[in-house]
């Protein structure tokens, strides 16, 4: 059985950093397109970053420069490096991978950010 689960999040203030992880098991990342979502309250559930098999990355344009997203096979772990957070980035942030045509969700770590 896939899971994902998320650390990391937590309280910052305004120009600071966080870095978050997402430690899967019960499969192989490897060759699997992995990211992160973030939802914030009252608000839909939208893409950050993804990063494919083959290291290739994808990032919303409200992080582009701040965030960096990077993965280490060998550990099964996905991270999100976040500098120069923004009151606006407070959310949840979701750990999410495509496995066997299936997505999979981490039940999510709280960021927020004080301004």
């Known amino acids: 059985q896939v899971q994902l689960v998320e650390s990391g999040g937590g309280l910052v203030q305004a120009g600071g950093s966080l870095r978050l992880s997402c430690l899967a098991s019960g499969t192989d990342i490897s060759f699997a397109t992995m990211g992160w979502y973030r939802q914030a309250p009252g608000k839909q559930r939208e893409l950050v970053a993804t990063i494919t098999r083959g290291d290739s990355t994808n990032y919303a344009d409200f992080v582009k420069g701040r965030f960096t997203i990077s993965r280490d096979n060998a550990k099964s772990t996905v991270y999100l490096q976040m500098n120069s957070l923004k009151a606006d980035d407070t959310a949840v942030y979701y750990c999410?991978?495509?496995?066997?045509?299936?997505?999979?969700w981490g039940q999510g770590t709280q960021v927020t950010v004080s301004s």
């Open positions: 999410w991978g495509r496995f066997s045509f299936i997505n999979y």
